[in-house]
Each structure stands twice: as C-alpha cells, then as structure tokens.
C-alpha cells in the first residue's frame, strides 16, 4: 500500500508539472469546435460489474486500477462520413467494397459515423487529417507497422485510457463522491446511445442523443471506436498515460454499437479484434 501511495504521488507530481506547461490550457481557446479539451487528472479504469452474463467477458475489466491520464482534446462526435470522404476520398460503399460487396449498409448520410473502416485505415486518416491542417503527423507507417511519436501535435487515435476517462466524464475532484455513469453520460441507456433495442438495425446521424457530462457525444453506442492500445489484461499497478501491450496483434475498440446490448454498451467494456477488421459496427474518432 505504501509503494502505491508513492507512485500515485509521483504520478500527480509529473501531471502538475504538465499541465502548468505554457499553453496547455490556452490550446482550448483556440482549438476547433469540434474538439473537446479533457483536462489532465485520475480515474478508477475497470468495472467489478458482472452482469447477467454466464460468459467470461466480465473478467476483461479487473481488476479496477489508478490511471492518470495527460491532458488531451478529443473529438465531440465520431468522424463522419463526409469528413472520411474529404481527407480520404473513398466513400461508404467503397469501403463496404473492400470488406465484402454483399454486405448491406447500415446508416448512410454525410453525418452518419464512418464504418467499415480498419484500424490501419483509422491511422492513415489520422496523418493526412493533421498533414492537411499543417500539424505534425503522430505516426510513422512502414506497411504494417505503425510507430506513434508522442511529441507530434498531430491527430490520433485516443488510447484505451483517454477513451474510458473521456467516456466517463473526465476526472472526479479530490474529496468530491460522485457515482460514475454505466453508459457514457447517463444511467438510462437510450438517454445516450443508439443501440439494439432502439437502433432500428443502424447506425444514425451523430449527436442526436443527449452527450455526457464533458460534451462529448455516442461514446456509448452508435457505432464502436478503434483506440491505440494492443490488447492486454489489467494489471491491479497504478498507472500514467498507459498505452497498451509492448507486443501483440490484436487492437483495442470500444463503446458498443447499434447492434450491441445494454450490458456490452456499457463505456467500461472491451472489446478487441485483428486491426484489419473492417466491421459495419466500427469506426472511430480522433484526439490531440
């Protein structure tokens, strides 16, 4: 217990000493409006949630631990169709192509979220999104392999951390109780998420439900979200600003979807496939 408060103490010293750095704070006031600032803070990342499952997928989110998290700017709504189309110049249906050309389409508009869109796919957006707006790329691609330079200011997939702490809410003050939502933004599932039972077997226009307490919209449904991470288990260690296994194949996406259950769309749950998965359930959206 003694080592943990030490590294908690640590942890917060470091994120002090971040966000006291010239222009963290000053970014939110010129950044798009389309960007939500999450200020830098701690969260308890994880559920003890069992659910009505008989399966083992509960499991995936224990042990609850300490994560501190950098400040970051996320997008307010999943990327959408026609801003897919204006950086990378391939529609819906040529996306659905590339998967199979039978698959159906599910939600289709220009402010419907982008889908059938792989993880690699997700990061080539990333790049030229920032080479367009003359920010620094965040990645260097090599085929399949991807190296994330954490100094460039350019857009990139959140980490599996940023996501759940954004999801969540953001960071709880010290000495303040306040009971985390199960969906991202409410207790009520339809409040905040298209999903199953509501869903009408699609995907629909973002933030058209209510958005969670930092303004951030369909964290919880709609469609799912690739994140950084590799998969791994949760380790019970405190954490700064992790970013997932060293080594691996299998990437990270969360949130649920329009064909997801009320127990799956819960903001807590994991989720993991091959990055090349181009899913009708899977898009994404960006962060600085």
Known sequence: MKKKKILFSAMLV???????????HAQSENSDTN?????????????????????????????????????????????????????????????????????????????????????YEAIVYCNRLSQKEGLTPAYTINERDVKWDRTANGYRLPTEAEWEYAAGGGSIPPGK?????????????????????????????VGKKSPNTLGIYDMSGNVSEWCWDLYENYS?????????????????????????????????????????ERNRGIGFRVVR
């Open 14 to 24: 470091c994120l002090l000493a971040l966000s006291n750095k010239p222009g963290i």
């Open 35 to 119: 960007m939500i600032f999450v200020d830098w803070g701690g969260f308890m990342m994880g559920s003890e949630y069992s659910g009505f499952r008989s399966d083992n997928s509960s499991n995936l989110e224990r042990p609850i631990h300490m994560v501190m998290v950098s400040p970051f700017y996320i997008g307010k709504f999943e990327v959408t169709q026609k801003e897919w189309f204006d950086v990378m110049g391939t529609t819906l249906q040529q996306q659905r192509d590339r998967n199979n050309k039978s698959s159906a389409l599910y939600g289709e508009g220009d402010d419907y979220p982008m889908y059938y869109v792989n993880w």
């Open 177 to 205: 109780r306040v009971e985390r939502y199960i969906y991202s933004g409410s207790n009520t599932v339809e409040d905040v998420a298209w999903y199953l039972n509501n869903s009408n077997s699609m995907a629909h226009e």
């Open 236 to 276: 019970n260690e405190s954490q700064l600003d992790p970013q997932g296994a060293a080594l691996g194949t299998i990437r990270v996406f969360r949130g649920g979807s329009w064909d997801s259950d009320i127990y799956s769309t819960r903001y807590t749950y994991r989720y993991r496939t091959n990055p090349s």
